[in-house]
């Protein structure tokens, strides 16, 4: 079935050190995918999304890696600050002209000072 | 910006209660959506809605319903709460139009049934 999951549930990071969250997501037909993060309290937030016909997206401080051929997602954050402490999730819209999303597990990020 | 709200950040009930949770978005956004948030279990789709009066189950809507009268509101009712409905619901808004797919998210209600 169409699942999105997480390599890693966490992840510490140096600060200033570059970090990448990982995904991996079943669904080959899936043409659109989501990066938000989620602080502690908070709903989620949009960082950065790609779609299919894309390698890599970059925003900024972060950047979104899309291999199709392995059906992996990666977010990369530039120069990792305390703020950036969270918990950060993989999206993907799985059905074609659907609106639903799938939502990976979760990724929880903490910053060693 | 996108602005999404909730009517509460935190809600306390007891078991049997009706509740309802209320949410606004203020760009006229066509899609709204409900879900909750567990640990271990992630983001689970209560319910969706595409258009004023529409509405379609998620996952999970069992003991659930959903309002959505007006564009901009869309509001999850939990008819007589119970327990295992204590958790963190997300309401969520996003276009058909405008060349994204993105979900924008409110804040969050935590809700904790007795």
């Known amino acids: 079935g169409e699942s999105v999951g997480l390599h890693l549930p966490t992840l510490s990071v140096q600060e200033g050190d570059n970090s990448i969250i990982n995904c991996a997501y079943s669904?080959?037909?899936?043409?659109?995918f989501i990066w938000y993060k989620q602080e502690s309290g908070k709903g989620p937030q949009f960082i950065i999304d790609i779609r299919s016909n894309m390698d890599k997206r970059q925003g900024q401080r972060v950047t979104v890696l899309l291999n199709k051929t392995v059906k992996h997602l990666s977010l990369q954050i530039a120069a990792t600050q305390p703020g950036d402490s969270a918990v950060y999730f993989c999206?993907?819209?799985?059905?074609?002209?659907?609106?639903?999303?799938?939502f990976g597990q979760g990724t929880r990020l903490t910053i060693n000072p | 910006d996108v602005k999404v709200t909730q009517s509460s950040r935190y809600l306390v009930k007891r078991t049997g209660e009706k509740v309802f949770l209320e949410c606004v978005q203020d760009?006229?956004?066509?899609?709204m959506f409900w879900y909750r948030q567990d640990p271990g279990l992630g983001l689970r789709l209560i319910y969706f809605?595409?258009?004023?009066?529409?509405?379609e189950k998620g996952d999970i809507p069992e003991g659930y319903s959903v309002s959505r009268e007006k564009k901009e509101r869309f509001s999850l009712i939990l008819e007589s709460a119970s327990t295992n409905q204590t958790s963190m619901y997300l309401c969520?808004?996003?276009?058909?139009?405008?060349?994204?797919?993105?979900?924008?998210f409110g804040p969050g209600t935590r809700l904790t049934v007795l």
């Open positions: 969520a808004s996003s276009p058909v139009r405008g060349g994204t797919d993105t979900q924008y």
């Open positions: 809605s595409y258009d004023v009066k529409m509405k």
């Open positions: 999206a993907e819209k799985a059905i074609q002209g659907a609106q639903k999303l799938v």
């Open positions: 669904n080959s037909a899936s043409d659109y």
């Open positions: 760009m006229d956004h066509e899609n």
